[in-house]
């Protein structure tokens, strides 16, 4: 884990924060030699829509258009 005094942390906050982001290793900032406060990346958040945790699972098969019975077999159903 990386640590910065504090004077350096704020001659550099931005530089840090991208450092943080990009790579997700913590930062300690220290004030005198001694830990202040650890600076971490944001756990990402819980998707806006429940669906969107499915993205990418599923595969087409086949034609999601056509009908998946056939007109016979569709009529047979409806008697």
Do not use: N, W
């Not at 930062?27 to 756990?43: K, N």
């Not at 429940?50 to 016979?72: F, K, N, S, Y």
């Amino acid at each position: 884990m990386k640590t910065t005094e504090a004077p350096d942390f704020k001659a550099r906050c931005l530089a840090v924060l991208d450092h943080v982001s990009a790579t997700g290793e913590p930062v300690v900032i220290l004030q005198r030699g001694q830990p202040v406060v650890e600076l971490g990346a944001v756990r990402s958040a819980a998707p806006r829509y429940p669906q969107a945790g499915l993205e990418g699972t599923v595969t087409v098969v086949g034609d999601i258009v056509e009908p998946a019975l056939a007109e016979a077999e569709r009529e047979a159903l409806k008697q």
